[in-house]
């Protein structure tokens, strides 16, 4: 069942939203190379806790970590890990879920480690122009299937592809609420948005084929080809004035 929520509800979601924001401005400036990505995670809790938010990945089915970190070949998931050291020219997939006040925030940006290659630079921008033009989609009247055919459509020419496993989700006072947001889509299909919806939109791009296998940990999620991946997202609320992001970064 898909929640319209009231416009005092999606100002709680904006707080929310805010700290999530700042927690992963936060953990941009700290990436750097010699850096865990465990060391990321315990900054990120402590930076959510001491702003009185609750990291709503800990303990989500079983996941250990306050945010996902995820590295490369990677796309999503990533368990932090003491054993993962960041290395100049990686790229990171940083995604988090912050509780305020019993509402939810969720956000995630693909950055590089140091100064990293071409090739990884434009998977980087890209993913995140797709995003946002799958947020130029998010209006009344228009549907799902808008949102993610922007998406799709936006990165094919550049060789790249789209997950179509994981999808972004509406999110409220939980954080996987309906309906789900592919970043797939026919134009015109899908659930019809109206004001009061509160969505997450995440391409999770892939530089060559979108196959991926499951780590053993039983969350990583990696491609198969070994290529690297990017993740961005941002917590939307429909409105009549179209598109409010309720996680953009200062």
Known sequence: MITIYTSE????????????????SML???????????ELDEMAEKFIRSRGGIPSCKGYEGFPGSICASVN????????????????????????????????????I???????????????????????????QAVPGNTVGDIGHAVES????Y??????????????????????????????????LEEGMVICIEPMVTMGRADIITLRDGWGVVTTDGLPAAHCEHTIAITGNGPRILTLRD
Do not use: W
């Open 28 to 38: 941009e400036k700290a990436v750097r190379p010699g850096i865990s990505t465990l």
């Open 73 to 108: 070949d990677t796309v999503v998931h990533g368990i932090p890990s003491a054993r993962k050291i960041l290395k100049k020219g990686d790229i990171i997939s940083l995604d988090l879920v912050v509780e305020l006040n019993g509402y939810m925030g969720d956000s995630c």
């Open 154 to 157: 936006y990165v094919r020419p």
């Open 9 to 24: 509800e999606i100002e709680k979601i904006a707080a929310a939203g805010k700290l999530t924001a700042d927690t992963l």
């Open 159 to 192: 060789g790249y592809d789209v997950l179509r496993d994981y999808v972004g989700h509406g999110i409220g006072i939980e954080m996987h609420e309906d309906p789900e947001i592919p970043n797939y889509g026919t134009p015109g299909h899908g659930p019809r």
């Open 110 to 136: 693909t950055v590089p480690v140091g100064h990293t290659n071409k090739k990884n630079a434009q998977l980087l921008k890209v993913t995140e122009e797709a995003l946002f033009a799958g947020i130029k």
